[in-house]
C-alpha cells in the first residue's frame, strides 16, 4: 500500500510560479512511476508530467506546459515534485498525484493517488 500527500497549492498571480510537493509512504518509492495530473472544474482529469521510476528518470510533460513546469524525484525523501512557473489562467485546477509500476500518460495506469491540491491563478 502506498500513500500519497500533496500540498504546495494555493493562490497566485498570472505569472507566477508554485511548487507543488508529493511525499509517498511505503518502501517501492523508488522504483515507482510517478505522475501529476490536474482537474479543473467541467473537465476530465488530464495528465501534467510523469517521471519514471528507472534510473534515467525519464519524463514526459503535456504540451500546454513544455518549458513551464519540471517534474523531479527525489528518492531519499520519498518525495516528487512539480515547479510551475509562468503560471496562467488555464493552469487553475486541482492537481493529483499518482504513482503507478510504470510511465504513463491515463489515469488507468496509476494504482495509487493522493487527494488532491488546489493551485488557483488569478489574473
Known amino acids: 500500500q502506498v500513500q500519497l500527500v500533496e500540498s504546495g497549492g494555493g493562490l497566485v498571480q498570472a505569472g507566477g510560479s508554485l511548487r507543488l510537493s508529493c511525499v509517498a509512504s511505503?518502501?517501492?518509492?523508488?522504483?515507482?512511476?510517478m505522475g501529476w495530473f490536474r482537474q479543473a472544474p467541467g473537465k476530465e482529469r488530464e495528465i501534467v508530467a510523469a517521471i519514471s521510476g528507472s534510473g534515467l528518470s525519464t519524463t514526459y510533460y503535456t504540451t500546454s506546459v513544455k518549458g513551464r513546469f519540471t517534474i523531479s524525484k527525489d528518492n531519499a525523501k520519498n518525495t516528487v515534485y512539480l515547479q510551475m512557473n509562468s503560471l496562467g489562467l488555464e493552469d487553475t485546477a486541482v492537481y493529483y498525484c499518482?504513482?503507478?509500476?510504470?510511465?504513463?500518460?491515463?489515469?488507468?495506469?496509476?494504482?495509487?493517488w493522493g487527494q488532491g491540491t488546489q493551485v488557483t491563478v488569478s489574473s
Open positions: 511505503g518502501r517501492t518509492f523508488s522504483s515507482s512511476a
Open positions: 499518482a504513482a503507478g509500476r510504470v510511465l504513463g500518460t491515463k489515469s488507468e495506469t496509476y494504482d495509487y
